[in-house]
Every structure is written in C-alpha cells, then in structure tokens.
C-alpha cells in the first residue's frame, strides 16, 4: 500500500502495555487499588465482578507485575492474601487520569464528573488541592505540547513491516 | 467495611470510558487510525486481527462516536467506508501516549523503545522534534504534579454507596 516502511505495530510498547491492562477489569481492579482496595472481597464487592474473573484477573495482574500477593491473617482466621500495587502497577495513574479525563469529557454522567482528581501538595507546601490535568511537554521544554502537534518516530527497537 | 461514604465506582468517567475503549483491540484500532489507516484491510493488515472481531470492534467504536464511516469509491469499485477519527477519538492521544510511556518504561524491547513521540512544532515554530512526555499539571498553576500527590475527591455527579 504505502511506500514508506512502517514501524511494526504488534511491537509497540502501546500493544504491549494492553496485553497486560488491555482489558476493562484489569484498569478498573487497578483503579480500586489505588483507591485503597486490597482484599479479594472488596475488589468483588465494588466492582461487582465475578469471582472466577476477579480471580484471573488478578493472578495475570500479579503475573505482570502490576500487583503482588501479601499474606494476612485475621485473628482466628486462616492464613490469606492480599493485594498491593507495585511501582509499576502505581505508575499506571497517570494512565487512569488521561483516561478519566477523556470520560468526563466525553461520557460523564449529566450532572458532572462523578470524581475530580485533586493536587495534595505534600506537607510543609500547604494544601493546593486544585484540580489535576494530564498534559503533554517534551524536552525541549516546550510546555502544554498540543496533542495534535506530536507525531511517531521509530526508536531503538523498531522493527519494521516488509513494503507489501 | 469502612466507615467513611466511598463514591459508587460504576458511575466513574474511567468505568464509562473502559466500556468504550477498556479492550485491548480498540484501543490498538484508534492507535492505527491515528497513525494513518482508514480502510478496513489497513486495520486488518496492520492488526493482524479477525475480520470479524474488527467488524465489531468499528462498529462499537463507531457507535461510541470515536469513529465515523466515510463513504469512499475507487474507479471500477463499488462504494465503500472508511474510518475516520473524530475529534473525541482525536482525544485519545494523550491516552495513548500515557500507556505508551508506561509500555516503554516496563515493557519495552530489549533493544528500547519502538515508537518515540516527539513534538512537531507548528510551521514558522521551527522544527523541534524533542520526545513528548505526559506529565500532570493542576490549575494552581503546580507543574510536574508528582502522581503520588493526587487524591480522588467526589465531583457533582458523584453517587454514594450505602454504608454497608
């Protein structure tokens, strides 16, 4: 079709993240994580999810690295675990809040977004608690980059498509 | 479990914008049509997905106004559609930069990344052609959010869940 050599698209770092998070429950699990979820019975309960896909759910984002297994007990109970966002799994906010952004503008509920992301500045800087917005930069130091000013790029691991 | 009123997470922009887009494939198909393709058998080439699954797949994303068909006719052929992005599938870009970013970080080739996102400044801006990154920023005017210093607070179109 096009002259021009194409970067491989199954190799892109794009494809490969939603192998791992690609999928409604995966994002929405972590989603609750973050939110202070970490026992199967409450991500269950809030998500109103089936129990035999919760489970896969979380064994693949455990698989993947995004969550991890901690053991608990509670008094007189046996031995279970929980689970607990790992730096890659907590490295998926700013994912959640470009998505959430593109909800509330998109397909929020009449009345409004039904969340507002807010700055809690860290202590000794005061409280800000102004809205948070997902916006581009590049290193160049341009600042609010327009989305539609960007453009890809092969990088080091590019393979390419065969001209067909 | 918790005492404090825990905002309903069916009703969040996130859960609403997964139903559309929370699925691997089409998230891949706005990547594609970003990167150029319209016709079918682009997406069907580039993806190396079903034809049938990508029938579907349009046609949600059609549906949920991330898509529109656009009649077109080679000579000797008869009339047919291809896809255009609209401008709320236009806005998924920082989306996908985000999870790109996330991809590269913890699941890139050996060899490094495949795709780099740079800025394209405008004409008479000069060439930049630095790398685009996603950062947060909140209307204070803080940049460089760090991610850890974001909390969720409920908006107008918040619903609770009972005390249970």
């Known amino acids: 079709m096009e002259a021009q050599r194409r970067i491989d698209p199954v190799n892109c770092s794009v494809a490969r993240a939603l192998a791992v998070v690609g999928e409604r429950w995966s994002l929405l699990i972590v989603r609750e994580a973050l939110d202070g979820a970490r026992r199967f019975g409450e991500f269950k309960a809030r998500l109103g999810i089936a129990g035999n ?31 607990e966002l790992t730096e890659q ?42 809205q948070v917005r997902v916006v581009l930069e590049c290193s160049a130091g341009h600042t609010h980059v327009p989305p539609q000013s960007i453009h890809r790029t092969p990088g080091p691991g590019a393979r390419f498509l065969g001209s067909s």
Chains 1, 2 share one sequence.
């Open 53 to 83: 896909l919760l489970s896969t759910r979380l064994n693949t984002l455990v698989a993947a690295g995004v969550l991890r297994r901690v053991p608990y007990q509670d008094p007189g109970e046996r031995h279970r675990f929980e689970y």
């Open 89 to 130: 799994g907590l490295d998926l906010r700013i994912t959640l809040v470009a998505l959430l952004e593109w909800g509330d503008k998109y397909l929020a509920d009449p009345q409004g977004p039904s969340v507002i992301v807010r700055h809690q500045a860290a202590e000794g800087d005061g409280a800000c608690e102004e």
